[in-house]
């Protein structure tokens, strides 16, 4: 099984559509949990943290679902905008650093 | 606000020619890491760097590879003797190591062609 596993898309949904998107992750020692946006040929940048108790950010809902092993986002009133891959990544503690691993990476579409 | 940059921004390079990436991560910043990421596929972890010695490397960073930090700004990554298969965007990416959100900052990249 993939350490982090997402489905790859692409999803291609028109403006104002909601999208969710879907991450497991194997290893349950795993601490914490974010959502990256990488643009095509950027960096990834941070979009959320994501907390056991779910979080919002305008148009964005993250959740957790650990004993499942599970991580959500969710975005509403989809944006041209926001056509990206988005990027579920997993830190844990391993030899005394963080670890970081990262899904392959959910492609979004907006169309207008 | 501060940032991770890397340079050069791309370099295209002779197969079996060594190649230095550069990095200069957030000042205060205690953790260092490497990634790659091959044209349309994921980020791959190379290696984490902390307290001025490697922490952890992954299959992909062999003997061809090895990081240096040689006077506390500056992140090296370095390729021996580069191979077609290297060719791909490098992210330096830095995390402060104490108690906070917890994200890892990335560079802008550097991308490597191998011809």
């Known amino acids: 099984r993939k350490e982090v596993e997402q489905d790859p898309g692409p999803f291609n949904v028109p403006e104002g559509a909601t999208v969710a998107f879907n991450c497991t992750y194997s290893n349950s020692a795993s601490q914490s949990f974010f959502w990256y946006r990488q643009d095509c040929r950027k960096e990834p940048k941070l979009l959320m943290s994501v907390y056991s108790s779910g979080n919002e950010d305008g148009r964005f809902t993250a959740q957790l679902n650990r004993a499942s092993q599970y991580i959500s986002l969710l975005i509403r009133d989809s944006k041209l905008s926001d056509s990206a891959t988005y990027l579920c990544?997993?830190?844990?503690?391993?030899?005394?650093?963080?670890?970081?691993?990262f899904g392959t990476g959910t492609r979004l579409k907006v169309l207008a | 606000e501060p940032e991770v940059t890397q340079t050069p921004s791309h370099q295209v390079t002779q197969m079996g020619q060594e190649v230095i990436l550069r990095c200069v991560p957030i000042?205060?910043?205690?953790?260092f890491y490497w990634y790659r990421q091959i044209l349309g596929q994921k980020v791959e972890f190379l290696v984490s760097f902390y307290n001025n010695e490697i922490s952890e490397k992954s299959e992909i960073f062999d003997d061809q590879f090895s990081v240096e930090r040689p006077d506390g700004s500056n992140f090296t990554l370095k390729i021996r003797s580069t191979k077609l298969e290297d060719s791909a965007m490098y992210f330096c990416a830095s995390n402060p190591g104490y108690a906070n959100t917890g994200e890892l900052f990335f560079g802008e990249g550097s991308r490597l062609t191998v011809l």
């Open positions: 990544v997993v830190k844990l503690t391993t030899s005394g650093t963080y670890k970081y691993i």
């Open positions: 000042s205060n910043h205690l953790y």
